[in-house]
């Protein structure tokens, strides 16, 4: 599911606000721990860019549902 939005300047990229996520709980802070232990997680990178690397480690249907919650909660922070 690709979401439209209006690239801002002054917000975080989407892979530097995701491993910052790690001390939270549920399966955002799973994937967020997943991301931070990953030297080829794309922590400068777009939504697309986690989606891109999600698919490559072949994830589970949790995982793709936590990327959706963390877009969405990056969106609104």
Do not use: H, N
Request: charge should be negative.
């Amino acid at each position: 599911m690709a979401t439209a939005y209006i690239e801002d300047a002054d917000r975080q990229p989407f892979g530097a606000w995701l491993v910052k996520q790690t001390g939270a709980r549920g399966f955002v802070a799973q994937l967020a721990d997943s991301a931070a232990k990953d030297r080829t997680f794309p922590r400068q990178g777009t939504v697309e860019d986690a989606r891109k690397w999600l698919q490559a480690q072949r994830a589970s249907g949790d995982d793709w549902e936590a990327l959706d919650d963390a877009e969405s909660a990056w969106l609104a922070s």
